[in-house]
DNA sequence: ACTTATCGATACGCTAGCGTGTCGATGAGG
DNA sequence: CCTCATCGACACGCTAGCGTATCGATAAGT
């Protein structure tokens, strides 16, 4: 397969390579790169009404062609393209787990206040929901992006600051989730002090689990 | 202006009246119920790619001039259908703060399992971010949502279950949050369980406020 | 029963994207 | 320096949606 399909998991990042050349030429790699950023563009300034084969090769100054030589269809230039952009994120640990929190949600909260982020997230909820691919890789990248909170929230977990029976999973749930929603769902604006907030809130729950379960 | 215009605040859903005639007459009344819900069929089916004038004219059984006569674009029609979806939500109050909570995000959280909402949402949350007249629809509508919730948590607020220096509103996106960042962005299953332990979660960060605000 | 606004159907020219195919140009590997 | 895979460009027939216009049919109000 010398494409990323739109069946097969996300993130291969194979080049096309074809099978019979011992030593294929890689011209290709510049295009390739191109047109990837560019479908990026066109997807955050049109939506996915606007993600189109013809569109994309405009803005990428390339062929039609060229872009049915690299990928089947405009959903697995899709999956190629976000699977290129969202790499995984820094960890932090300076030992003060308040601190990491608020550190890595503030710098998530400021993600949503510049383009192309918030353009793209959104055209990707939109298009994951019809395509099980795109879905896969969604699943996929947001755990990528979760990674560093789920290290500090289990870490604090294995220090005691936190209780050992409460599920990170959830936490980082809890931690992260306010900021989508109010990006994406609420249209309201998220205050410099959020990130404290909900820290905050989460942290505090934690140091003092219910009885009443 | 006969009819919701794009730039209009939401939910004026007005019948179409010709400014002239003394008493119109409302045959259109059937068909222009018929669009709407061919328009929101559309919409979950296909996403924003399929949701098109002619698609919707076609589902409805009606003409496109029939839709032109009602609404001027296909984001005014949009507008209108979303509108007449999304109705207030019940207020719930049985005395138990912890139980009327629990109540209110598990009838949220069936709503995520069934066809046609979560389609909806995921296309509207594209659409609303390339098209102002949506943003603000999703924002009115969400807190029509947000309501019974917020209901809940202000009353508690006033009887003392919860400290009165918590903002109500973030209370609220704590709760509300998870269900559709795990829905809409982590693409994770939601367990039965799952409104229970944010609720526990989140009351328990409520009784025992962190000192070091 | 008559009037009349609205209806569904259908047709128009137009644009845009699709997916494929064919060029000559080009640039990297041998 | 030569070769050849890949490139960009362009053209093709085709489909789908756009927005407008014009019909006779229909059903509500009088």
Same sequence: chains 1, 2.
Wanted: charged content about 25%; overall charge neutral.
């Amino acid at each position: 397969m010398t494409h990323a399909s739109s069946s097969g998991e996300a993130g291969s990042s194979a080049f096309p390579d074809a099978e019979g050349s011992p030593s294929p030429r890689r011209r290709g790699e510049h295009a390739r790169r191109r047109v990837l950023a560019a479908a990026l563009e066109v997807l955050a300034e049109s939506g996915m009404p606007g993600f189109t084969i013809e569109s994309v090769a405009r803005r990428a100054g390339a062929s039609k062609a060229t872009l049915y030589r690299h990928w089947p269809s405009a959903s697995a230039l899709l999956v190629d393209a976000m699977d290129a952009e969202f790499r995984p994120i820094p960890d932090v640990d300076s030992g003060d787990v308040r601190a990491d929190l608020i550190s890595v949600l503030t710098a998530a909260a400021a993600l949503f206040d510049r383009s192309p982020f918030p353009e793209l997230m959104a055209a990707f909820i939109d298009a994951a929901e019809r395509d099980p691919a795109l879905a896969g890789l969604q699943a996929t990248l947001t755990g990528r992006r979760r990674q560093p909170l789920l290290n500090v929230v289990v870490k604090a977990a294995r220090e005691g600051v936190v209780p050992a029976d409460v599920d990170p999973e959830l936490v980082v749930d809890l931690l992260a989730a306010p900021f989508f929603y109010r990006r994406f769902v609420a249209h309201r604006p998220i205050p410099a002090d959020m990130p404290a907030a909900v820290v905050d809130h989460v942290l505090g729950s934690l140091g003092r689990p219910l009885s009443g379960k």
